[in-house]
Nanobody
Framework: QVQLQESGPGLVKPSQTLSLTCTVS??????????WSWIRQPPGKGLEWIGY???????YYSPSLKSRTSISRDTSNNQFSLQLSSVTPEDTAVYYC???????????WGQGPQVTVSS
């Protein structure tokens, strides 16, 4: 059973960098053909895909967030991380990490902590 667990601050000040880490258990983030994504849901809005890091280590970001986003990984600890810079209150959301494959879609999700951007 694959499990994902997000960790990081629940409150970030405007203009600072939001940092979250997703720890994966029950499966390796380097296993072929899986993609490890960050997805968020602002209050009252739908899900917004932020980006992913692939099994190979390659990354791809949403064009609307690309200039502020970085996703990296620590294979020794089976973790991947999100950094979103220059945050504003509009970045307030529930942030999820999730696993995706071409044959099963998004099949495992983290619990999704609330991150609030406020001074």
């Amino acid at each position: 059973q694959v499990q994902l667990q997000e960790s990081g601050p629940g409150l970030v000040k405007p203009s600072q960098t939001l940092s979250l880490t997703c720890t994966v258990s029950g499966g390796s983030i380097t296993t072929n053909y899986y993609y490890w994504s960050w997805i968020r849901q602002p209050p009252g809005k739908g899900l917004e895909w932020i980006g992913y890091i692939a099994y190979s280590g390659s990354t791809y970001y949403s064009p609307s967030l690309k200039s502020r986003t970085s996703i990296s990984r620590d294979t020794s600890n089976n973790q991947f991380s999100l950094q979103l810079s220059s945050v504003t209150p509009e970045d307030t959301a529930v942030y999820y990490c999730a696993r995706e494959s071409s044959w099963s879609g998004y099949d495992y999700w983290g619990q999704g902590p609330q991150v609030t951007v406020s001074s």
